[in-house]
């Protein structure tokens, strides 16, 4: 099992910056793709942004721009960095994990943290 835990949410306002956490425990030796998904009101899950160990990204077209993913293997650990924030871009924000780097193309992972909330509002 891989345990995933999220922090650094919170409310910003527009314009504003935050920066996402996910540190990895567990059986992390096989884990190869990182991300983040959201899901706001109403919205079904939709991917934000992943990465493979080896450093491949993939980024929603909404984010590009705007939002930059990296990772620290030493430390099992994802970041996202948002900045220019929107209201549009308020959600809970969840760390994603799995084996195989073709799952950084969207479509889910195999392991979930709790989510943490992101609310941009002025």
């Known amino acids: 099992q891989v345990q995933l835990v999220e922090s650094g949410g919170g409310l910003v306002q527009p314009g504003g910056s935050l920066r996402l956490s996910c540190a990895a425990s567990g059986s992390i030796f096989s884990i190869n793709a990182m991300g983040w998904y959201r899901q ?6 939709e991917l934000v942004a992943a990465i493979t160990s080896g450093g491949s990204t ?23 960095q948002m900045n220019s924030l929107k209201p549009k871009d308020t959600a ?30 002025s």
């Not at 930059?68 to 293997?73: A, Q």
Request: proline share 2%; aromatic share 14%; charged share 15%.
């Open 92 to 121: 809970v924000y969840y760390c994603a994990a799995d084996f195989t780097a073709s799952s950084i193309a969207g479509g889910g992972m195999n392991y979930w943290g709790k989510g943490t909330l992101v609310t941009v509002s």
């Open 40 to 45: 706001a009101p109403g919205e079904q899950r």
């Open 58 to 80: 993939n980024y929603a077209d909404s984010v590009k721009g705007r939002f930059t993913i990296s990772r620290d293997n030493a430390k099992n650990t994802v970041y996202l």
